[in-house]
Structure formats: structure tokens, C-alpha cells
């Protein structure tokens, strides 16, 4: 450990100079350039060869572009967003040791990115006319905090919690109170503590109270609602070990909120929520948190293979030889074919130019990578019940 690097982080240089990389492929240029041979080839990033019905939704496109921007190679990749089952998410062509040592970290970007915005969608879908936030970044090494936040974006979910993360993807985040705030004014005195929060935050931050610090839950959401005059909503984030039946619990605090007057004070639930949770409370609650349900997503096993070598079909045994291209078709199917032979009947091909010669000839949009995955999850029937 340096004064000057004082975290265990591997800098942006080493990554887009192929120092992220596994040992292998430093011994394979030095085996390359001993022998004077450096083909043409054409990669493919996949995770399965053919297609299996089970989707997943890619991201970490942005960041793959940047990183073999500057390199002499032509990509082709998958929009943002876009669901696949099988075959190819991205083509990478060029002289093999150009982008030799950059494999690692390829993989890496879409890996770790699509597997957080797959289980994001799944939240997404699992609740699609609630509002979902994300607040796993805790759960990652902080590092990684724009990616969790991003993927957790193109997945469907509503906003993020991540300061640093907002800055880097240009998002503000958002939040209210943890329990620490009440717990530094101690038990009984709540009042306090929310009355600290609605006169020392922006007026333009929501004031939702957090309402299980200390006792039940309905008589800190009565005792919440008495001391905020303009409070938005309520925040339950009780500990499963100690909630009992949530349901009830969401249930009964929307009874005595509307027994009161306050039927616009909405109730957001937090806490260990996944998919499963999101669907048995939906219709008692207004919005919810999700944590590490998204941001522990295991990365998806994507690989780099060569199928073309100086314009010869080839591959390692396991793989399919050749270059390919994807489809879908109006049905909702995947399709896998080689790219010089026709594709199915009205068959939409999803490989799209990314680089060329180096540059980068996409446009990045959050937003747009969010409404395609949503609406190619209705197309495929992704996480139905």
C-alpha cells in the first residue's frame, strides 16, 4: 500500500492499458510476438451457446466502449438494455494482440453489470406500478457503487441512493433518515428526531419518516404523522427477524393512516426485500427499497471466445465455430445463426456497430436502456409469475 493509493482500487490507467488483466494473457503476447504472429480474429462475448428461455438483460455496454475505445478494432454489441437467452452479446474484430490484454476486464464490465440489472428487472416486474429504489451499494466495495446504481437504472429501478455513484452517472440520489438520526436523539424521543429532520433538510428532500426505531410500528407512524405537518410518507424497515407478519403490519398502519385523515401519506417498505417480498406486499404498499437482492446478483458467465481466425471459421471444443448474429422475432423468441446465412423470417437482428476503427459510434442513454429491457421483458415474458 502507497500514501498515494491508499485503497485496494485498480486505477481507471491500469484498466485502459491491459494491466487488469489475468497473467495468461501477458505470457500469450510474449509468446505471440516471439513467434511473429498476430491474425485477424474475430471474439465473441457469450454466456450460452444457444438459447434456453432464460433471459437476462445486458448492461456494462457504456463501459465497454470506452474501454477499447482508442484501439484499432470494430465492435458490435447489443443495445443497452436489450434481453438475450443465448449467442453473442458482443463481436470484437481486429489483430488479436490489440485487445489481447483487455479481455479481463471486458468480461468484467458486462459480467458484474448485467448480472445487477437482471435481478433489478426482476424486482422491477415483480412490482411495476410501485416505485422501486435502489439502496444496495453498501453491499459492494464503494468502488463499485456507480455500477451497482447504473445497472440497477438500466434494470427498471426508480432512483438510487449513492451520492458518489449520482455524481458519476450524472443522477441524483436520494434519501431520508436512517435509523442512526432517532438513535442519536434516544428512545423516546423520536419527535425530536423527525422534528430535526423537517427543519434542518432541504425543503426540497421528501419527509418520510422512519417509524420502527424503538416501538411498534403503527404507534410511530401515528406519533410520526402528529409531528410532521407536510410529511409525504412513512418508512417501515423493520428487521425480518423481528417484523412478524409484514403484510399485516403495512396493512394496519394504512388503516390508521386513513382513520386519521392521512390518506395522501403514502408507506414505503425496506429491509431484505427481493422479488417474492415485493409481490405479496404491492397492493398494501406504495413503494419500496431493495438492497442486496440486486447489488449481490452473481455476475453471469459470459466468456471471450475466437470463432474466426484470419477469415476461418474455428473454435475451442464447447464452442460454435464461426461468426454469428442474433435475432428476435415478433413471438418473443431468440434466435442464433451464422451471420453470412439469412436469418429467420422477420427475424430483427440485435447486433448493432459500437466501435469502428476505434471509435465509439453509439450514444449512452440510461433512460432508454430502462424502457427497452421493461418493454423486452413483456416481449419475452421474463419473471412471470
Known amino acids: 500500500m502507497t500514501d498515494d493509493r491508499p485503497f485496494d482500487i485498480v486505477s481507471t490507467d491500469a484498466i485502459r492499458e491491459g494491466r487488469a488483466t489475468d497473467a495468461y494473457f501477458e505470457r500469450t503476447v510474449e509468446a505471440l510476438d516471439h513467434a511473429g504472429k498476430n491474425p485477424h480474429v474475430v471474439a465473441e462475448v457469450t454466456a450460452d451457446q444457444f438459447p434456453t428461455g432464460e433471459f437476462e438483460v445486458l448492461a456494462g455496454v457504456e463501459d465497454l466502449a470506452h474501454l477499447l475505445e482508442g484501439y484499432d478494432v470494430d465492435v458490435d454489441a447489443l443495445p443497452e438494455g436489450q434481453l438475450f437467452d443465448g449467442g453473442p452479446v458482443a463481436r470484437v474484430e481486429g489483430s488479436y494482440m ?13 459480467s458484474h453489470a448485467s448480472g445487477i440489472a437482471s435481478r433489478a428487472l426482476e424486482a422491477r416486474m415483480a412490482a411495476p406500478d410501485s416505485t422501486v429504489l435502489s439502496f444496495g451499494s453498501r453491499h459492494v466495495h464503494p468502488s463499485l457503487g456507480a455500477v451497482v446504481e447504473r445497472a440497477a437504472l438500466v434494470g427498471g429501478l426508480d432512483g438510487i ?17 436512517p435509523h442512526a438520526l432517532l438513535l442519536c436523539f434516544g428512545r423516546g424521543n423520536q419527535e425530536q428526531g423527525w422534528r430535526a429532520f423537517d427543519e434542518g433538510v432541504d ?7 422512519l417509524c420502527d426505531t424503538f416501538g411498534d410500528e403503527v404507534e410511530e407512524v401515528i406519533r410520526a404523522v402528529e409531528t410532521i405537518e407536510d410529511i409525504d410518507s412513512v418508512r417501515l424497515d ?108 422477420d ?23 430502462a424502457r427497452r429491457a421493461r418493454q423486452d421483458a413483456d416481449v419475452v415474458g421474463f419473471a412471470s409469475e
Open 238 to 345: 423493520t428487521t425480518s427477524s423481528r417484523r412478524g407478519d409484514f403484510r399485516h403490519i403495512v396493512r394496519e398502519v394504512r388503516w390508521e393512516l386513513d382513520a386519521r385523515g392521512h390518506e395522501n401519506v403514502d408507506v414505503f417498505a425496506s429491509g431484505g426485500l427481493g422479488p417474492e417480498q415485493l409481490r405479496h406486499l404491492r397492493d398494501v404498499a406504495d413503494g419500496f427499497g431493495v438492497g442486496g437482492y440486486v447489488s449481490n446478483a452473481d455476475p453471469i458467465d459470459f466468456a471471450l471466445d475466437i470463432v474466426e481466425v484470419d477469415g476461418e471459421a474455428i473454435s475451442k471444443r464447447g464452442k460454435l465455430s464461426g461468426v454469428k448474429d442474433v435475432y428476435r422475432t415478433p413471438d418473443g423468441r431468440h434466435h442464433v445463426g451464422l451471420a453470412d446465412q439469412p436469418g429467420p423470417v
Open 161 to 177: 441512493s449513492n451520492v458518489a455513484a449520482g455524481e458519476v452517472i450524472g443522477r441524483e440520489a436520494g434519501g431520508t433518515m
Open 347 to 369: 427475424g430483427e437482428s440485435l447486433l448493432e456497430p459500437l466501435l469502428r476503427s476505434g471509435e465509439v459510434v453509439r450514444e449512452f442513454d440510461i433512460d432508454a436502456a
Open 98 to 110: 490489440e485487445f489481447c490484454r483487455l479481455e479481463t476486464a471486458l468480461l468484467g464490465f458486462l
Open 203 to 209: 425543503p426540497e428532500v421528501p419527509r418520510v419518516a
